[in-house]
């Protein structure tokens, strides 16, 4: 592994790690659907992460249909949680 892969396993690994951190202390008080959708969200980008960086690595081999799920998962689950947020917004209207 050369200087510039480690690098961007470290920019992928510690933002993720503090982030899915963050979210999964979040869980246990949160009981709102859109803010349950952006915790999912989070911990499917760092899932999406560690499954870059291990097929980088050459632990296991990537295939091509779960790279393209596990990409579009985190902003799939995002903008599901936006669409509910601004259901409720108009909603009460």
């Avoid at 952006?38 to 760092?46: E, S």
């Avoid at 632990?59 to 936006?82: E, K, Q, R, W, Y």
Wanted: aromatic share 10%; hydrophobic share 60%.
């Amino acid at each position: 592994m050369d200087w510039a892969q480690a690098v961007y396993i470290l920019s992928r690994l510690i933002p993720g790690t503090l982030a899915s951190f963050l979210a999964i202390m979040l869980w246990p008080g949160t009981r709102d659907i859109a803010w349950m959708l952006i915790i999912l969200g989070t911990i499917a980008a760092y899932v999406e992460s560690i499954y870059i960086i291990i097929g980088r690595i050459g632990l296991i081999d990537t295939h091509f249909i779960l790279s393209v799920l596990l990409g579009v998962l985190p902003v799939t689950l995002i903008i599901a949680a936006l669409f509910v947020m601004v259901l409720r917004k108009y909603r009460h209207r």
